[in-house]
């Protein structure tokens, strides 16, 4: 009787464990990518269209190979590890992210940053975008500001915390 009550035993305790690993793994995953995944895809997919002749679609596939494929992310350059830790909703990565060499750069590194910026707000969705940019300064918030407005349709798209949180930031 007591091998069958330890094994009982045992044998609850191992689920429990499996139970509150997948539920933390769970609310773990809830919290990094904020957007819902149909509504991520769909904002992916607008904004970065698999195949077209404008830059986007290049990026997209820069995007699937490096921040989006686990196999590569051990490989990512500096810029590519702070993308990632922002992706995932880190404050301290978001914060790194903005301030990053890139964000004023010209050419394609400062273009770069500005498309990294539209990914951000498209995992991170509004609510939590809009809470880590209103932790920047004036000036990050205007430049993410910027670097939005030349590529979010805010009619289709508001937005509205993130676009009220960067418009502030606006010289009056």
């Not at 007591?2 to 933390?24: C, H, I, P």
């Not at 149909?38 to 986007?56: C, E, G, H, I």
């Not at 993308?83 to 914060?95: E, N, Q, T, V």
Request: with cysteine.
């Amino acid at each position: 009787m007591a091998v069958t009550s330890t094994n009982e035993t045992l044998s609850n305790f191992m689920f429990l464990r499996r139970f509150v690993s997948v539920l933390v793994m769970g609310l773990v995953s809830a919290t990094s990518l904020a957007a819902s995944p149909t509504r991520f895809q769909t904002l992916y997919d607008y904004y970065f269209p698999k195949s077209s002749n404008y830059v986007t679609s290049g990026y997209r596939k820069w995007f699937d190979q490096t921040v989006f494929n686990s196999e590569a992310r051990h490989d990512l350059a500096r810029n590519e590890r702070m993308l990632y830790g922002a992706m995932r909703g880190d404050s301290a990565a978001f914060h790194a992210f903005l301030h990053s060499s890139y964000r004023r750069a010209g050419g394609e590194f400062g273009e770069t940053w500005n498309y990294e910026c539209v990914l951000l707000l498209l995992v991170l969705d509004d609510e939590r975008f809009a809470s880590l940019l209103a932790q920047e300064d004036q000036n990050t918030r205007a430049l993410v500001g910027a670097a939005l407005n030349s590529q979010i349709d805010w009619r289709k798209h508001p937005f509205p915390k993130t676009r009220k949180i960067y418009l502030s930031a606006r010289p009056k």
